[in-house]
C-alpha cells in the first residue's frame, strides 16, 4: 500500500551481516553505504518499503518504520538496528498487525518517539477503528528481545469521524531539544481528515490521570474542508506532516491545501487557557508564479532563532515569524531529469553549523530510472549522491526518510524500494 503522502508528491510536483555497497556521486566526495536491506527473509518477515523518519536511542541503536511486510497481512511494523562494530545486527521487525483486524494499527508511514524508560510511541495511517489509523505505544521486556504493543486511540472512534482520520508524526514538548519524551505530558498531532469539516484536526493525546488507565485524545483545532462552498480561504486543509512545539509551547505545522491562495498554509497554534487559538502565518503562493511553493506536506524545522524551515512543492524556503517574512532558499528544476532532484517528501534536517540536509524523491538526472538524490545546502546546493547508481539499484531508489546526522557527520536514511531484494533499505553516506 503506498502512501498518501508519497501518491501526493507524485501528483504533485534480514542479514545479521548486511550487504556493503559503495559508490559516489560525480559531484561530492560523499560515500555511499548500505547498512541494511529489507524483505530479504521469508515473507518480507523483516518489513519493506521504509518510509518514517529514523530515531536513534542513546545507545545507538536505529529505529524506523515499515508501511509493509513484519507480520499479519504484510501491514509493517517498527524496526530495530543495532551496531556491531562496522556492521549492524540484531535486526528486528516488531509487527503491528497481530489480530484480525489489526487493532493495533498498521502501515504506519511516520517515524516512532522513545521515551526516557525506552517505550515507543508512534501513528499508523491504517488499522484500529474503520480501519482509520492509530496511535500506539510499544513496550520492551526487561531484555528489549521483545515487545508488547498498547493501543492509546483508535481514530474515528467519535461519530463522524470528529477525532480525525489518518494521523500523522507525533511531538512533544522538548522534541526538538532533542530530549526523550517524559511519558506524562501529551503528545500532539496532526490527521488527514476527519474532524467537523473532514478537513483534518490537530489533536493532543493526554496520558492518564492518577488512578486512570485510558489516555484521552482531545481534538484541539477542526482545519476546513477543501469542498467548501467558501473554498476555504480562511483556513488551510488536508495537513500531511506532523507539528514542532517551541519552548513556549506553541505549536506549529503546514497543511497542504485550502489556504487564501489554495496553495496551502503555515499556522501556528497557541494555547489559550483550555482551549486553543489558530494564527495563520502565511499563505502560499502568495508571490507571482507561485515562487514560494505550495502543497507543503513535510514538517517544518525551528531553527535557534525561531525561524521556520521546510520544503514546499520545489521550494526549500525559510520563514520568520517576527518579521511575517517568506524566504525562498533554494528552488529545484522540477522537470523530473535535473540533477538536483524535484522537490522533496520529507523534512529536513539542520547540521550544527546551519547547513541543511534533504532528500528528492525524484529526479538526479542521470539515472535511467530519476531515482532520487540526498542534497546539502550549504548554503549552495551540493549533491551528495543521486541514487539507483549500482546495478539493478541495489543501492535503493527513492529516497524516503529525513536524513539522520550520527554525531561524526555522516548521513543516515531509507530508501522506499530498490536495494538487495527490490524492498527498499537503510544507509549511510559518509563525507
Known sequence: MRSHRLLSLMFACSAAMPTVLVGTSASSAYTFKTLYDFCGVANCANGESPEGALLRDPEGNIFGTVAGGAGLAGAGGVFELSPNGDSWSETQAIALCTADGCPFGGSPESGVIMDAQGDLYGTATAGGNDNAGTVFELIPNSSRTK??????????????????????????????????????????????????ANGGVAFALIPPQPGKTKWKQKVIHNFCSPNSTDNCTSDGATPQAGMTMDGSGNLYG????????????????????????????????????????????????????????????????????????????????GDGTCDDGEGSTFSLTMDPSGNLFGTSWFGGGHTPQDAGVAWALDPGFQDLYKFCQITSCKDGWNPSSPLLLDGTGNLIGTTWQGGAHGAGNVYELTP
Open 254 to 333: 503546514t497543511a497542504q491545501g485550502a489556504g487564501l491562495n489554495h496553495g496551502g498554509i503555515i499556522f501556528e497554534l497557541v494555547p489559550k487557557a483550555n482551549s486553543w487559538k489558530e494564527k495563520i502565518l502565511y499563505n502560499f503562493c502568495s508571490q507571482p508564479s507561485c515562487a514560494d511553493g505550495g502543497g507543503p506536506i513535510a514538517p517544518l524545522l525551528m531553527d535557534a532563532d525561531g525561524n521556520l524551515l521546510g520544503v514546499a512543492g520545489l521550494v526549500v524556503f525559510k520563514f520568520s515569524p517576527r518579521k511575517a517574512k517568506m524566504t525562498a532558499l533554494y528552488t529545484f528544476c
Open 147 to 196: 515487545w508488547k504493543a498498547k493501543l492509546l486511540h483508535s481514530f474515528c472512534s467519535a461519530a463522524g469521524c470528529a477525532d480525525g482520520w489518518v494521523p500523522n508524526a507525533l511531538t512533544y514538548a522538548g522534541q526538538s531539544s532533542g530530549a526523550l519524551y517524559d511519558g506524562a505530558s501529551p503528545l500532539y498531532g496532526t490527521t488527514f481528515a476527519g474532524g467537523s
